[in-house]
């Protein structure tokens, strides 16, 4: 009669927790909908330099953003403050240290989890916040400052951030982007305007140092951004496996109490029946 009572209170309990995971998982699809509509590219900023390559001489310009020379890379690993996302930080942790040089490099770590993770591997890193969506550009822009302060005095030499991206809502891969040194792509056609006459207000190392200041930021925000939608998405599949692995889990559970349940019923059947039997005698 124990076994039966707490095979019965097991799947009450199952049936309860399941309820709390259908609404975390409603609430996990609605945030990530949500933040999908309101995600934006850079683009434009991508535009505006190959734009700026064109319109110049780049061979002849020497700027650390577009030679890392022999400064150490810093790796960001962009995780979340929460778990309930299956592997995606391991993953994303994994990527940005197994593409790093630990003699040499900075690993940079967005989040708890990366933290956690990076301790455990006894790898030295630099911490910050875990991107929040009401202030996630703020978020972008104190990143982008510390990392151009440290470039600028010559203790990095180039950029490379490491995040989750959701494909879909149940499909999230680990990417790597290279902010910097920025990429050097001429256009084939011949600049339209004739530079060489022309007085410059600020020198075009200036003008790419500002372009870039920009669209680090703005690059920074979009995938914080992406991250963020990865992590729900993340989070909504693995609460969907935990609740697959629940429903069976009860299944067996049921079996089991009816099992139990008949087993019950025949003793009582077989005593009741002895009893009678034992009372005609």
Do not use: C
Not at 111 to 121: L, S
Not at 129 to 154: C, H, N, W
Not at 224 to 247: P, Y
């Amino acid at each position: 009669m124990l076994a039966l009572t707490k095979v019965k209170k097991n799947i009450e309990f199952n049936q309860r927790f399941t309820s709390i995971l259908e609404v975390l998982k409603s609430i996990a699809v609605s945030q990530f909908h949500s933040l999908e509509h309101k995600l934006e590219g850079s683009e434009s900023f991508d535009q505006a330099l190959q734009s700026f390559f064109a319109s110049i001489d780049i061979k002849k310009m020497d700027h650390p953003f577009l030679n890392s020379g022999n400064r150490p890379a810093a790796i960001i690993a962009i995780t979340s403050d929460q778990g309930l996302l299956g592997g995606l930080n391991v993953r994303v942790t994994n990527t940005a240290i197994g593409s790093m040089n630990p003699a040499q490099d900075q690993l940079i770590v967005v989040g708890d989890q990366g933290k956690i993770f990076a301790r455990y591997g006894k790898i030295p890193f630099i911490a910050f916040p875990g991107v929040r969506d009401e202030e996630r550009y703020q978020q972008a822009i104190s990143l982008r400052t510390y990392l151009f302060g440290k470039m600028k005095e010559g203790q990095f030499g180039s950029i490379q951030v490491v995040y989750p991206r959701a494909l879909s809502l149940v499909n999230q891969r680990v990417e790597s982007a290279a902010l910097l040194p920025l990429a050097r792509q001429e256009s084939e056609a011949p600049s339209v305007v004739d530079w060489s006459n022309m007085i410059f207000e600020s020198s075009p190392a200036h003008v790419l140092e500002y372009l870039a200041f920009l669209w680090v930021g703005e690059k920074l925000n979009e995938i914080f951004g992406m991250s963020r939608l990865a992590e729900l998405g993340a989070r909504f599949v693995h609460l969907e496996e935990s609740t697959q692995r629940i429903d069976e889990t009860n299944k067996k559970l049921k079996l089991q109490y009816f099992r139990l349940r008949h087993e019950m019923i025949d003793q009582s059947m077989r005593e009741l029946f002895s009893a009678r039997v034992l009372y005609a005698n």
